[in-house]
């Protein structure tokens, strides 16, 4: 019997060591996984960056933080190839936010874009099938406890035909959104520029009018021509 043997499982990426009969495994990080700082369009490779932890599991994953950053116990877990998350600079704070991209090996070709001047308050995006993507655009405020989600992990079928019944889909978030606390966003979701979501709002259309509020379960729309700013009612 070998001392010691090495043995890496390709499917699963997955490097088995054998010490001593002892078979252990260790999941490998995979190849070409880069993490950039984006210093006014100069991307300047890093390792860490302060109050965000970043894992990347598989090969050709990359993420991208501008400058200026604002992180607080804040994490991006990637799973799969060829995934990519860019979190645009901000004068806000992003914190306890998770981006979870971490679900099975084999999914790949995500993208998850967050644009400029947001802020996130201890609150997860959820990017699940292959292929899709989850655009924040510019100067959005999400609140506590706001979930959104490009698919239902699990699969549902018709029992007699066996079609899929809940195929995920991209979400797509405009400018100048606000999204209060307690709300779950989900799959093939629109929600236009300059919109508000009421808090503990489910969210499962897409929209098209600006300048309105949606709120409810399932949200619709409950007031129009409104507008909002950051400052406090007080």
């Not at 999941?27 to 965000?52: F, V």
């Not at 998350?85 to 971490?102: A, D, H, K």
């Not at 195929?167 to 929600?191: E, P």
Request: proline share 2%; net charge positive; charged share 25%.
């Amino acid at each position: 019997m070998a001392i010691f043997s090495k043995k890496y499982d390709e499917e699963n990426r997955t490097v088995i060591y054998n010490i001593f009969g002892i078979r252990i495994k260790h999941t490998a990080n995979g190849k070409n996984n880069k993490i950039y700082i984006d210093d006014n369009g100069k991307l300047i490779p890093c390792k860490k960056i302060k109050g965000l932890k970043i894992k990347m599991v598989g090969n050709n994953n990359t993420v991208i933080i501008g400058k200026p950053y604002n992180f607080d116990k804040s994490k991006i877990y990637i799973m799969g190839d060829n995934n990519k998350v860019i979190i645009e600079s901000t004068q806000y704070e992003y914190r306890e936010f998770f981006v979870n991209l971490n679900v099975r090996r084999e999914i790949s070709n995500r993208l998850v874009h967050i644009k400029k001047n947001c802020s996130f308050e201890r609150s997860t995006i959820q990017c699940f099938p292959s292929n899709a993507s989850l655009i924040v655009g510019e100067d959005c405020m999400v609140s506590f406890d706001v979930n959104i989600y490009t698919g239902d992990v699990h699969q549902i079928f018709d029992k007699n035909t066996g079609e899929l019944l809940n195929a995920g889909g991209s979400v797509t978030i405009g400018n100048h959104v606000w999204i209060g606390h307690d709300v779950s966003i989900g799959k093939n979701v629109v929600i236009p520029n300059n919109t508000i979501v009421g808090f503990c709002s489910v969210v499962t259309r897409k929209y098209d009018e600006e300048y309105t509020a949606i709120a409810g379960c399932p949200a619709k729309v409950v007031k129009k021509d409104i507008v909002w700013d950051r400052n406090m009612e007080y």
